[in-house]
């Protein structure tokens, strides 16, 4: 069975702080992994996927089979970055996506 | 493009009404999904289809049905609305590309109130 946990609802950190959202999943194919955000009055949208291996706005992830997680990273959190963020893993074959229960990142001035 | 659109934006229902909410896509993706967004508990995946025609239950699929007519559209059926039904709602749309998962592509969300 697919399951996502991501351990933290919310996160509160100073502009400037290094950020991390935890991500673990179980899955017994080969998962892919995805981070999407959701800002405030807009829609959930994609922030990266575990096998493009970008840095988008600053953030990055890096997948760790061994340890099945996929955490979330900043080194230098800024205001813009308050919002929604979920963990979400996607079945081999691509059509069933399970989301986790999401971490509220709050960054303070 | 519009994307991914989804009517009504809001509704209350009374326990027992039944409706649909629409959802429709016009990128030509194969993939489309129903979620449940609840505090403290995320997305949870209602129903899924892989194709016009083809449909599958997610985690949540109690209460709810769906059909695919069209590659187009997806709608989500409440046969007899419950309080425990009261949520936003959100459809996404898909597409594998080079045989990897494709990014989800997320309506607005209709937030559905049951008295």
């Known amino acids: 069975a697919q399951r996502v946990t991501q351990p933290e609802k919310l996160l509160s950190v100073f502009k400037g702080a290094p950020v991390e959202l935890k991500c673990n999943y179980s899955?017994?194919?080969?998962?892919?992994l995805f981070w999407y955000v959701q800002y405030s009055r807009q829609r959930l949208q994609l922030l990266l996927r575990?096998?493009s291996r970008e840095s988008i706005k600053g953030f990055t992830a890096d997948l760790n089979k061994g340890e099945t997680s996929f955490h979330l990273k900043k080194p230098f959190a800024q205001e813009e970055d308050s919002a929604m963020y979920y963990c979400a893993l996607t079945n081999t074959g691509g059509f069933k996506t399970i989301f986790g229960a999401g971490t509220r990142l709050f960054v303070k001035a | 493009n519009a994307g991914v659109t989804q009517t009504p934006k809001f509704q209350v229902l009374k326990t027992g009404q039944s409706m649909t909410l629409q959802c429709a896509q016009d990128?030509?993706?194969?993939?489309m999904s129903w979620y449940r967004q609840d505090p403290g508990m995320g997305l949870r995946l209602i129903h899924y289809?892989?194709?016009?025609?083809?449909?599958d239950q997610g985690e949540v699929p109690n209460g709810y049905n769906v059909s695919r007519s069209t590659t187009e559209d997806f709608p989500l059926r409440l046969l007899s609305a419950a309080p425990s039904q009261t949520s936003v709602y959100f459809c996404a749309s898909s597409r594998p590309t080079s045989g990897r998962a494709g990014e989800q592509y997320f309506g607005p969300g209709t937030r559905l109130t049951v008295t």
């Open positions: 575990h096998i």
């Open positions: 289809s892989v194709g016009a025609g083809i449909t």
């Open positions: 990128m030509n993706h194969e993939y």
């Open positions: 899955y017994s194919g080969s998962p892919e």
